[in-house]
């Protein structure tokens, strides 16, 4: 279904990010748990960090102030080729494979998480193909190529936050001892 109104709207405000992260907070500060807070304050960072990245990378511009009137598009006078888009739909297969390989290599690093590594070198391997296969398919067959994709977009998306989670042990020890192997106070000390 169309998504004109809906994408790169509210999913792409400052307003929301902010919104996320106060909810959380106030969430935490109900229920007496920290830690509600710092998940909020995770999720608000990473919706900022999406926006950037889509007011550098994309094409299309975001709505940063929404429901303000306030669209924004770095790139108005740019009109890439089409073979591009498609390269950058299917290269999200590709960051997710690559983002899993950063956790696995802080894993080994860290000595954490090592009975969960031989799963995820699977998804790793699994984000690498998808990526082949959604590459020659945007080009080979476009027509059809929306619809698997997002499927398994989303799909990728909901494995990219449990494998998160399931590696909290990971980013636990890279925010105590990070990679100069100086000890910072432990966020889960609060």
């Not at 229920?31 to 926006?51: E, F, N, S, V, Y």
């Not at 498609?86 to 696995?104: D, I, K, N, T, V």
Request: charged fraction near 15%; aromatic fraction near 16%; glycine fraction near 8%.
């Amino acid at each position: 279904l169309p998504t004109a109104g809906l994408h790169r709207t509210y999913t792409h405000s400052l307003f929301t990010a902010l919104a996320v992260a106060a909810v959380f907070y106030l969430v935490a500060w109900v229920a007496k748990q920290p830690r509600w807070g710092d998940l909020g304050l995770g999720l608000g960072a990473g919706i900022l960090m999406h926006i950037l990245l889509d007011l550098v990378v994309w094409f299309n511009g975001v709505e940063i102030l929404w429901p303000l009137p306030s669209w924004i598009n770095l790139w108005s006078r740019v009109a890439p080729p089409a073979w591009f888009d498609q390269l950058l739909l299917s290269a999200e297969f590709l960051f997710f494979g690559l983002f899993f390989l950063w956790l696995e290599s802080a894993a080994r690093r860290q000595n954490t998480d090592q009975d969960y590594l031989p799963r995820l070198r699977v998804w790793i391997w699994l984000q690498g193909a998808l990526f082949l296969i959604f590459t020659a398919l945007a080009y080979g067959l476009p027509r059809v190529f929306l619809i698997p994709y997002g499927t398994f977009y989303l799909l990728s998306l909901g494995l990219s936050i449990a494998v998160t989670i399931r590696m909290r042990e990971t980013l636990a020890a890279m925010a105590v001892r990070p990679r100069g192997g100086k000890i910072k106070a432990s966020l889960s000390s609060r």
